[in-house]
């Protein structure tokens, strides 16, 4: 058997310059400022302050700081609700102004990419009526989840090109009394804390030098009208997106390379609902497996709701059939915060992860024992009826 090392071709040395005359699409930032002049649809730019990055060939992206709208993931909420209220703690921690919305719906990714049973018109109405929502109250739309970030980048692409299911669509828009509105960006949370990572930093009071992770990029991501994606020369000479790997460098940790670093993660949709056994299978022999042979990591970070919940839930199976796992799997902006003292369980709710955190958390000195009392005093008190809630002032470590 031919070992996954040698496979694996390791990225060249040179740094690969993008050239945007060159890339293979049109700019789609012409195109929607073209159509809003046309009366087509209002952009709504990216509100000042903002940080510009470059996206896969060299074109110019702004990501704002704050007066943020979070899009939230139902399988975050539902799953991995860390996940969440890790990207507001760091909100809130940094001092930076952001809306937690009540008036948003599902970006019904999953009935586009799992069932293939709903239409276009359908599915970018419900990613149009989204960022009106968002228009309306005045803050920039954030992405959590990295499916419906892939989905509505697409959405974009369907409605530049269809006048017709422009047309379609400002018709569903009008019996909602709202207008067709198109962010100038759409922008995934990693991005946000991407460019956030040197702030974070100088709040980082959890050493992490010692520390040697994984990372896993998203599919949706990354893959999905791919030249939207963020690169930077210094990781991988613009050969792979940047954010994670950018993001734990600032913290200090030592992220490691394996040779399955584009395989999906096993999630997939479609299969991870028809052939689940493939999905737990794909995710520990293809990644975890790999990741541990290749690179021995402390962590795996990744930055999709489908990602963690596949890569962490999958290896519980696979322990009971002797296999080598046990690495814990967070998001980027769970360790981010878990670097700025973010409490392990009332803020990063450590404890709806399957794979056990413990030894982790121990190698970064942090008391878990002692956090899993204070969070376990606290449901007390909120079962004894003596609070409703945990305060914000009582989320570090």
Known sequence: MIPHSALFNKPKDRTFTPDPSQAPTEDYHDILDQLEKEGEWEVHRVPEPYIEVKNKFGRTKKVPVEQTWHHKSCGQCGHIPGYSTSVFWLNRKLGLDYNDPTDQTSCTAWNYYASATSNAPAQAAVAMRNFAAAHETGYFPIIHCATSFGHYKEVRQQLIHSPELRSQVRKILKKLGKKLIMPEEVVHYSEWVHVMRDRIAEHQVIPMDHIAAT??????????????????????????SAIITSTLQSLGVDVRDYSTWFDCCGFGF????????????????????????????????????????????????????????????????????????????????????????????????????????????????????????????????
């Open 215 to 240: 990372i896993h990029p998203a599919c949706h991501y990354h893959k999905l009208v791919g030249e939207d994606a963020i690169y930077a020369p210094e990781v991988y000479g613009n050969q792979r």
């Open 270 to 397: 479609r299969h991870i609902l028809v052939s689940r056994d493939f999905s737990r299978s794909f995710a520990v022999q293809r990644k975890i497996e790999v990741m541990k042979e290749e690179a021995d990591p402390d962590i795996l970070i990744t930055h999709d709701t489908g990602c963690v919940t596949t890569l962490d839930q999958s290896q519980f199976a696979a322990k009971a059939h002797d296999k080598n796992v046990g690495l814990p799997v967070m998001s980027d902006s769970q360790i981010a915060a878990l670097a700025m003292g973010a409490h392990p369980y009332k803020v990063l709710q450590l404890h709806w992860h399957s794979t056990d955190s413990k030894p982790f958390l121990e190698k970064l000195g942090i008391d878990h024992e002692k956090a899993w009392a204070e969070f376990e005093q606290v449901v007390d008190e909120i079962k004894a009826g003596e609070r409703q809630s945990v305060t914000w002032e009582e989320v570090d470590v």
